[in-house]
């Protein structure tokens, strides 16, 4: 059977974007991560391990420091990083990794061992981060009663996430806006998508604009995002994006932009299918005047 549309409306407020995504700060070339994403499934009551690798591609030994991190979606591509255990969802009670510092010498590799204890009550997704810190000197500066260490330091966002299985995906579009943009491309939509069960999602969806007469004259591809359990996320789309083939995926060519809607009284339908059983959907009628001089 296929996925059953639900269509709520909502009135034109200003919302804030948001687009979930990692900490990555360039580290100068010298240092290398095998990988900045770590997607395990766990067993509840069952130890799950996997490893990073580092390499020291420079010239010179690199010192560097590992802490565990909580994170919480907070703007576009941001994030508002806390104190391991703030989150409900952290995997910092179950989380073991070593060796927590080192020093990597010119040409070495070393692996970060990652090891993740699930509780046998664990059901769903649960996610952290771990900061592999860059330090400029393995030997901290006195300074009074403080220790601080002297340089730049470059941090690298490692994301964890930990899906123990158990849960439906649910999820519901909670606010739709749009706000002016300049003649070009006319208008910024803003779709709010709140995810409500315990499972981590990956959504896809597009805006429909449809015509007085009911007609699709444009379809805007939203840009693919995952969401996180009792966390929302803020896509935006301009109305002059490029259309894309179908949802969530991009043109493999370029496009040229497609030119402003003539004016006229419009109805926009944002469309997301996020995994379950129905789509979810939110409607949002506008009207492009005529600026035209007299």
């Not at 200003?14 to 766990?42: H, N």
């Amino acid at each position: 059977m296929g996925a059953r549309l639900r269509v709520l409306s909502f009135t034109a407020v200003a919302i804030l974007v948001l687009v979930a995504s990692i900490l990555v700060q360039p580290a100068s070339g010298q240092v290398g991560l095998s990988t900045f994403v770590l997607d395990l499934v766990v067993l509840p009551g069952r130890v799950t391990r996997d490893a990073l690798t580092l390499t020291n591609n420079g010239e010179k030994a690199q010192y560097i420091r590992i802490e565990a991190v909580d994170w919480v979606p907070t703007g576009p591509s941001m994030q508002s990083y806390v104190a391991p255990g703030s989150l409900e969802r952290s995997i910092s009670a179950w989380l073991d990794f070593w060796p927590s510092e080192t020093t990597i010498e010119p040409g070495e590799n070393i692996q970060v061992q990652v090891e993740l204890t699930a509780p046998s009550s664990a059901r769903g997704s649960y996610w952290g981060m771990l900061f592999v810190k860059l330090l400029p000197s393995s030997s901290p500066v006195e300074t009074g009663e403080t220790q601080a260490q002297v340089g730049m330091v470059v941090v690298l966002g490692v994301a964890i996430y930990a899906d123990a299985g158990g849960g439906e995906s649910q999820g519901r579009i909670i606010g739709f806006s749009y706000e002016p943009l300049d003649p070009d491309r006319q208008m910024l939509f803003t779709v709010k998508f709140e995810d409500t069960g315990i499972t981590r999602l990956r959504p896809t969806g597009t805006i429909q604009i449809r015509d007085e007469g009911g007609d699709i004259v444009r379809e805007l591809m939203l840009p693919q995002f995952t969401s996180l359990p009792d966390t929302n996320q803020h896509l935006q789309v301009p109305l002059t994006r490029v259309p894309s083939e179908r949802p969530g995926v991009e043109n493999p060519e370029p496009v040229e932009p497609e030119p402003p809607l003539p004016p006229g009284t419009y109805l926009a339908i944002a469309i997301i299918d996020y995994g379950g059983d129905a789509l979810v959907a939110a409607q949002l009628p506008f009207e492009i005047e005529d600026n035209a001089p007299d």
